[in-house]
C-alpha cells in the first residue's frame, strides 16, 4: 500500500479525488484501487447512550486498498457516495458498547448530531478493544466532507498490483504530483513496507536494549543470591558438618543448597509475576493503556528466575559439599 498525505495549502493547489482517480485509471496494470480518508473524531449517540469515537469518510476501494471486511450486513457503494447517503458501518467495540452485543444493522445513530442509518458491522481485528480498529466507523467521504466541513481530502491510499511495482508507482506518483505543486514540500508519498522497515529496526533495537537492562539486573540479582547463599554456607557451617558425619553425601548437601537457592528465586519471580498482574489489571481497570497477561511468558519468567538460582547457587553449594567434616565440626 502506498499513502499519499496532501500539506500543500491554497485552494488552486490542492489535488483531487477526481484527478487522482483519473491517474489511476491510466495505470491500471499497476494500481488495484485509490481511497480517499477523511478522519474525524465525532460523538455517537445511540438512545441516552454517547460515546467518542473516530470516524473515517471513504469509498467503496477502501475494503481493497485497507482490506476491511465486514461481519454482518455491506459496505459503502459508489452510490452511497454519489448521493451522499448517511449510511455507517461501525465497529465491533461501537456495537459491544452502544447495542449490548446485539446486530444493529438497520437501525439508527446519531453521528454529531446528525441521525444516520447503520448499513453494516466491521469485521473485529483488535479484539473489540476501545481505542483501537473495533472502535471507529466508516461513512461515505462525502458525507465525511460535509460533517467535517472540509471539502479537502489530504490522505489517499493506494493498492499496487505487485509488491515489486511499488517504487514504479511512487515514482509516477511523484512525477503526478511535481506538475500540480512544483514544490515537493506540498505532498508526501511513502511506502507502507518502508513505515514496516523502520519500525522492524526501532524495535530490534529497543529489544536489544531491554535484554541488556535484562541481562544486567540478572546478573546483579544472581550476584546478590550467591553473596547471600555464601554466608548461609559459612553460618550452617557446623551444620553441614553434622549432616556429614551421620552420613550425608556431596551430593547431598549440593542438592540441598542448590534447592534453597532456587527456592529464593522462585519466590522473587512470582512476586514479579504478582505484581506484573495486578500493573496489568490496574492499567485496563483505568484505561490508562490496553494491557495483557500473558500466562505462558509469566511461565517462561519464572523458570528463569529459578534457573538464576540454580547458576548463581552452584558455587556456594559446591563450597559447602566440599567441607571437610572435621573441619566443619570444629568450626565456631
Not at 528466575?305 to 566440599?322: E, H, N, Q, R, T
Amino acid at each position: 500500500m502506498i499513502q499519499i498525505n496532501i500539506t500543500g495549502r491554497g485552494s488552486n493547489r490542492n489535488v483531487t479525488y477526481e484527478q487522482l482517480q483519473s491517474f489511476v485509471d491510466q495505470h491500471q496494470d499497476d494500481i488495484e484501487a485509490l481511497a480517499p480518508t477523511v478522519s474525524s473524531s465525532v460523538t455517537l449517540k445511540v438512545g441516552t447512550q454517547t460515546h467518542d469515537t473516530t470516524m473515517i469518510g471513504t469509498t467503496a476501494d477502501y475494503s481493497v486498498v485497507r482490506d476491511v471486511n465486514v461481519s454482518s450486513g455491506r459496505f459503502i457503494l459508489p452510490i452511497d457516495v454519489d448521493k451522499r447517503q448517511k449510511v455507517v458501518l461501525v465497529g465491533t467495540y461501537i456495537v459491544k458498547k452502544l447495542f449490548s452485543g446485539q446486530n444493529p444493522v438497520g437501525q439508527k445513530i446519531k453521528i454529531n448530531g446528525q441521525v444516520f442509518t447503520i448499513v453494516g458491522v466491521l469485521q473485529e481485528r483488535a479484539n473489540s478493544q476501545e481505542q483501537s480498529d473495533d472502535d471507529q466507523i466508516i461513512v461515505p467521504v462525502t458525507v465525511a466532507q460535509r460533517l467535517t466541513r472540509n471539502a479537502i481530502i489530504r490522505n489517499f491510499a493506494l493498492k499496487v498490483t505487485d509488491p515489486n511495482k511499488s517504487d514504479a508507482v511512487m515514482q509516477y506518483l511523484n512525477d503526478f504530483l511535481y506538475k500540480i505543486y512544483n514544490d515537493t514540500t506540498s505532498y508526501r508519498v511513502f511506502n507502507t513496507a518502508q513505515l514496516l522497515d523502520t519500525l522492524n529496526t526501532v524495535t530490534q533495537t529497543l529489544t536489544l536494549m531491554l535484554a541488556g537492562i535484562a541481562a544486567i539486573s540478572l546478573i546483579v540479582g544472581g550476584i546478590g543470591i550467591m553473596n547471600i547463599m555464601l554466608v548461609s554456607v559459612t553460618e550452617r557451617t557446623r551444620e553441614i558438618g553434622i549432616r556429614k558425619a551421620i552420613g550425608a553425601k556431596r551430593r547431598n548437601i549440593l542438592v540441598q543448597f542448590l534447592i534453597e537457592a532456587s527456592v529464593v528465586t522462585g519466590l522473587g519471580g512470582i512476586v514479579g509475576i504478582v505484581f506484573g498482574f495486578l500493573t496489568t489489571v490496574i492499567l485496563n481497570r483505568f484505561k490508562i493503556m490496553t494491557a495483557v497477561f500473558s500466562l505462558p511468558w509469566a511461565v517462561l519468567a519464572l523458570l528463569i528466575s529459578v534457573g538464576i538460582g540454580i547458576v548463581f547457587g552452584l558455587f556456594p553449594a559446591s563450597k559447602a559439599s566440599k567441607l571437610n567434616p572435621i573441619e566443619a565440626l570444629r568450626y565456631e
